[in-house]
């Protein structure tokens, strides 16, 4: 199947407006991370958290002022899907069971009549907390350094291994960055669990396969057409390619996005991160990755001549 049978596009010419749009992206990521911090959940934070589902709708506002008192913390309460379900977290010393009685006896004193029944509960220690937030962080920067040697040795050239680099750091960012500012409005959970790391490591996997057929194009071409420009040999490989990318992006998507409507709350973040990633992973190949290849490639040739 193809949808591209002879594209002509020019990739390379639009490299500014992608500059300029990518450099946005990820200095809002950046900012957001630095002011609003990283929306950690209790898989990285540490604490309690439940999910209750009541009879009745419930009021998220009213119930977090009206549980501050009697839990001692102002917990973080949002809805999980309906207005009917809702996911508590507190951070408290007290036993997992007291809370659990305790918050039940509260929500019997606050919504007299509105049964509730409780969906799941996790319960993770600080110092389990801690290292799992040092573990995943290990997982992304090791997973990018094996990256960065494999590109380099199976292309020869450490401008690949920058525009590869480069490309997955962009598509983290970004994801993360959404994820952070989505925190306080999101109406399904966007908090950075091990769930989420998932997906940035699948993230990292999609864009890097995506970029590596791209190059591997350009490797052909650069020994078929060995008297062609460098920069119009970069756009024909990205033509090339092209067919395959958007075929194999669609239906990736298609499957991501079908995981995100029907695969339940506790996988809406994970879906959700992954159909940012998809898109992102097929952007960052054909704009990110090849004009920073080519950019510098070129400064690679002025410094050896």
Do not use: C
Not at 24 to 40: E, Q, R
Not at 143 to 165: D, L, N, P, Q
Request: charged share 20%.
């Amino acid at each position: 199947m193809r949808w591209f049978e002879s594209p002509n596009f020019d990739f390379i010419k639009a490299q500014k407006i992608a500059y300029i749009f990518s450099g946005t992206m990820v200095v809002v990521s950046i900012i957001a991370i630095l002011t609003m911090g990283l929306n950690y959940g209790i898989d990285f934070r540490g604490g309690q958290e439940f999910v209750f589902e009541f009879q009745q709708p419930v009021d998220v506002v009213e119930m977090r002022s009206e549980l501050a008192e009697p839990l001692g913390t102002i917990p973080e309460i949002k809805l999980f899907g309906s207005n009917r379900e809702i996911l508590l977290r507190v951070d408290t010393e007290e036993d997992i069971t007291t809370m659990r009685e305790l918050l039940i006896t509260s929500f019997g004193t606050l919504y007299p009549g509105n049964s509730v029944t409780v969906q799941k509960t996790d319960l993770v220690g600080p110092r389990f907390a801690e290292d799992l937030r040092r573990g995943a962080l290990y997982s992304i920067i090791f997973a990018m350094a094996v990256v960065f040697i494999y590109i380099f040795i199976r292309f020869k050239g450490w401008y690949f291994s920058a525009g590869a680099i480069a490309a997955l750091a962009h598509d983290v960012l970004i994801v993360l960055g959404i994820f952070t500012i989505m925190g306080e409005f999101a109406p399904f959970d966007v908090s950075i669990n091990q769930a989420l790391i998932a997906a940035f490591l699948t993230i990292v996997g999609y864009s890097l396969n995506d970029t590596v057929v791209v190059f591997d194009r350009i490797r052909e071409n650069s020994i078929i057409y060995k008297t062609m420009n460098f920069k119009d040999m970069i756009n024909k490989s990205l033509n090339d390619t092209l067919s395959r990318t958007v075929v194999t992006s669609v239906t990736t998507l298609f499957v991501v996005s079908v995981l995100f409507i029907f695969g339940g709350e506790v996988l809406k973040g994970f879906a959700f991160a992954l159909v940012i990633g998809v898109i992102l992973g097929t952007y960052s190949s054909l704009f990110v990755a090849s004009s920073i290849v080519v950019e510098l490639q070129k400064r690679a040739v002025k410094v050896k001549n």
